[in-house]
């Protein structure tokens, strides 16, 4: 059975009807298999996650970062959770995914939500940033790849300015805060796709923009703080985004390593370098 028939056979199981069917599937995400379904009139998206999807999200977590997220009203209605599998169905948002929008058009529906979130009661487990990347080097490191000289370099810098920024205080965080994931619905944004929320400081939302342009992620900081930012504040929020790039740039590797590059037909290994001269360049920037 192929992938749609099978997205097709589980809707109409858990909807208990025989009229799904499938309407396209979402591009983002670099595995994920999330397709737009239509039963009983309605839409919905329906998420299988790709090989090894379970390496790096806790549907624990997951499942229960959605439940917290609902007192907000700016998630879709999760409809099913399978926590062993990660599968899940969901109301369709109908609206323009800001990735494809000049987002900064969009900076200040993006900082309210922001500031709706990081200013809630929301209990989030801590992100912990650094102990996600020790893992991810482990995967990669499990397959066979030494981490070249380069990467190494860039990793003890991060962790020589972690220091400072320790005392930071954490707030609620989706943690992957970028366009892809925010859905732009009439005059109300939605920030869907809660996998990796956690408490963390602020700016590391903010840093998410910088997937699609970091000159992004400057311009979401500016409104963010209200002001021209600081020395400081550039290069707080410079700190997280390099982190994010080495990051991406384990997660890349290890898909490339598993096989992923042939099997999505996307050159995993080239997305890894891509993200460690983006780091290479914030840090020396």
Same mark, same amino acid.
């Given at each position: 059975?192929?992938?749609?028939?099978?997205?097709?056979?589980?809707?109409?199981?858990?909807?208990?009807?025989?009229?799904?069917?499938?309407?396209?599937?979402?591009? =983002?995400?670099?595995?994920?298999? @999330? /397709? #737009?379904?239509?039963?009983?009139?309605? %839409?919905?998206?329906?998420? +299988?996650? *790709?090989?090894?999807?379970?390496?790096?999200?806790?549907?624990?977590?997951?499942?229960?970062?959605?439940?917290?997220?609902?007192?907000? =009203?700016?998630?879709?209605?999760? @409809? /099913? #959770?399978?926590?062993?599998?990660?599968? %899940?169905?969901?109301?369709? +948002?109908? *609206?323009?995914?800001?990735?494809?929008?000049?987002?900064?058009?969009?900076?200040?529906?993006?900082?309210?939500?922001?500031?709706?979130?990081?200013?809630?009661?929301?209990?989030?487990?801590?992100?912990?940033?650094?102990?996600?990347?020790?893992?991810?080097?482990?995967?990669?490191?499990?397959?066979?790849?030494?981490?070249?000289?380069?990467?190494?370099?860039?990793?003890?810098?991060?962790?020589?300015?972690?220091?400072?920024?320790?005392?930071?205080?954490?707030?609620?965080?989706?943690?992957?805060?970028?366009?892809?994931?925010?859905?732009?619905?009439?005059?109300?944004?939605?920030?869907?796709?809660?996998?990796?929320?956690?408490?963390?400081?602020?700016?590391?939302?903010?840093?998410?923009?910088?997937?699609?342009?970091?000159?992004?992620?400057?311009?979401?900081?500016?409104?963010?703080?209200?002001?021209?930012?600081?020395?400081?504040?550039?290069?707080?929020?410079?700190?997280?985004?390099?982190?994010?790039?080495?990051?991406?740039?384990?997660?890349?590797?290890?898909?490339?390593?598993?096989?992923?590059?042939?099997?999505?037909?996307?050159?995993?290994?080239?997305?890894?370098?891509?993200?460690?001269?983006?780091?290479?360049?914030?840090?020396?920037?």
């Amino acid at each position: 059975m192929n992938i749609e028939d099978y997205i097709v056979a589980r809707v109409n199981a858990l909807l208990h009807t025989q009229d799904t069917r499938i309407v396209m599937r979402l591009e =983002g995400g670099m595995s994920n298999y @999330t /397709y #737009v379904v239509e039963s009983q009139n309605k %839409k919905f998206t329906y998420r +299988v996650p *790709g090989k090894f999807a379970e390496k790096f999200v806790d549907r624990v977590d997951e499942w229960h970062n959605i439940q917290e997220v609902d007192r907000l =009203g700016i998630n879709n209605v999760t @409809t /099913y #959770v399978e926590i062993l599998s990660g599968e %899940k169905l969901a109301e369709y +948002v109908e *609206g323009t995914i800001m990735s494809t929008t000049d987002v900064v058009s969009y900076n200040e529906l993006s900082v309210n939500a922001l500031k709706k979130i990081h200013g809630s009661d929301l209990k989030f487990k801590p992100y912990n940033a650094f102990g996600r990347l020790d893992d991810d080097e482990r995967y990669c490191r499990e397959t066979g790849f030494t981490h070249p000289q380069e990467y190494l370099d860039l990793r003890a810098q991060l962790e020589a300015l972690r220091e400072k920024y320790k005392e930071i205080p954490m707030v609620p965080c989706h943690c992957d805060y970028q366009p892809t994931n925010l859905v732009i619905s009439g005059d109300k944004l939605y920030v869907l796709d809660w996998e990796f929320a956690g408490m963390n400081d602020p700016f590391y939302d903010i840093a998410c923009y910088g997937n699609v342009g970091f000159d992004k992620a400057l311009s979401l900081l500016e409104c963010y703080v209200g002001h021209k930012p600081t020395k400081d504040e550039l290069e707080r929020l410079s700190f997280h985004r390099a982190f994010q790039c080495l990051q991406w740039y384990n997660v890349a590797i290890f898909k490339d390593r598993v096989g992923l590059s042939k099997d999505l037909n996307m050159d995993f290994n080239a997305v890894a370098l891509m993200f460690l001269g983006m780091a290479k360049d914030l840090l020396e920037a």
